[in-house]
């Protein structure tokens, strides 16, 4: 069972990225899908969560209005769309996957990270 994230660089404030996570080894087509991030000397953070119909999404304040996450079940993949990034965004972002709960703070899965880097 794995998630893979991709997608990370480093990009100018006000730049965007898109990250994708895939997974492999079983399928998560049910499953919530969620990102977090942790940035240096801080805790990780939730970003943002998917019902596993896709109909329900959950933002953190931080990103709201400017990050956009959407999943395509027949790829098994979920997507972190980031659009007017900031130098705070940067950080290392995770993706994550739970049976139930679109904002678990205690995913049943998790993937590797990214690392995104916004330059002011």
């Known amino acids: 069972v794995q998630l893979q994230a991709s997608g990370g660089g480093l990009v100018q404030a006000g730049g965007s990225l898109r990250l994708s996570c895939a997974a492999s080894?079983?399928?998560?087509?049910?499953?919530?899908r969620l990102w977090f991030r942790q940035a240096p000397g801080k805790e990780r953070e939730f970003v943002a969560g998917?019902?596993?119909?896709?109909?329900?999404?959950q933002y953190a304040d931080s990103v709201k209005g400017r990050f956009t996450i959407s999943k395509d079940n027949a790829k098994n993949t979920v997507y972190l769309q980031m659009n007017s990034l900031k130098p705070e965004d940067t950080a290392i972002y995770y993706c994550?996957?739970?049976?139930?709960?679109?904002?678990?703070?205690?995913?049943?899965?998790w993937g590797q990270g990214t690392q995104v880097t916004v330059s002011s």
């Open positions: 080894g079983r399928t998560f087509s049910r499953y919530a």
């Open positions: 994550a996957a739970d049976q139930f709960n679109l904002a678990s703070t205690s995913p049943d899965y």
């Open positions: 998917i019902s596993w119909r896709g109909v329900s999404t």
